[in-house]
């Protein structure tokens, strides 16, 4: 029944690997995203992807490569992991790209690098 | 700078009365703007969406726009214990692509 999942809940791993966090969404949305909220509680954008294209992409070190198979999947994979990469990663869909389309988290997977 | 400015809190409310929560935001070409409530451990999730200037009423909860000010506001009526999280405030610039901008959260309590 969860219309955002995302897997896995709870990601524990050392500097320097390299990680997958996987995103589905049965809403049959058009747009979907990776935020990345820190310790201080603020989310960020960091990719959002409409029909499979990729549509914004911030200022995000190229470690991080998103993927979406088709436009109920977003896939982020992260290379050579650092101490700074721990923070708590949402994925999030919405109809569509429009302005007053609202997002739909799912539960966020938190990532601690050691 | 800072795009989306809450206090962070907390703010403290006894049980029953109303909650006030503001939000400022810097890009005057705004479109849109929404309050996600955060519980700890979990995602956010909407609670009130607002596109033009003036009151939105949905339940307990009360939305306040003010483009010229650059102000929006949220209302939470008879507050419960259950209310207790953090809310956000999130501001659409317009740009392509659906781009949230997140205020800080500002927690809030509510005391039996």
């Known amino acids: 029944d969860t219309a955002v999942s995302q897997t896995p809940k709870y990601l524990v791993t050392q500097m320097g690997n390299d990680k997958s966090i996987k995103c589905e969404q049965n809403?049959?949305?058009?747009?979907m995203y990776w935020y990345k909220q820190d310790s201080k509680k603020f989310l960020k954008i960091m990719f959002s992807?409409?029909?499979?294209?990729?549509?914004i992409n911030e200022t995000v070190p190229n470690r991080f490569s998103p993927k979406s198979p088709d436009k109920a999947h977003l896939n982020l994979h992260i290379n050579s992991l650092e101490l700074g990469d721990s923070a708590v990663y949402f994925c999030?869909?919405?109809?569509?790209?429009?302005?007053?389309?609202?997002?739909?988290f799912g539960n966020g997977t938190r990532l601690t690098v050691t | 700078q800072k795009e989306v400015e809450q206090n962070s809190g907390p703010l403290s409310v006894p049980e029953g009365a109303i909650a006030s929560l503001n939000c400022t935001y810097s890009?005057?070409?705004?479109?849109?703007f929404f309050w996600y409530r955060q519980y700890s451990g979990k995602s956010p999730e909407l609670i009130m969406s607002?596109?033009?200037?003036g009151d939105k009423e949905d339940g307990r909860f009360t939305a306040q726009l003010n483009k010229a000010s650059q102000y929006v506001s949220l209302l939470i009526r008879d507050s419960q214990p259950s209310d207790s999280a953090t809310y956000l405030c999130?501001?659409?610039?317009?740009?392509?692509?659906?781009?949230?901008?997140f205020g800080g959260g500002t927690r809030v309590l509510v005391k039996p």
């Open positions: 999030a869909s919405s109809q569509d790209q429009g302005a007053n389309s609202p997002l739909h």
């Open positions: 809403l049959g949305h058009d747009t």
């Open positions: 992807y409409n029909n499979k294209e990729l549509i």
């Open positions: 890009d005057r070409v705004s479109q849109s």
């Open positions: 607002i596109y033009s200037n």
């Open positions: 999130a501001v659409n610039g317009g740009a392509a692509g659906n781009k949230l901008t």
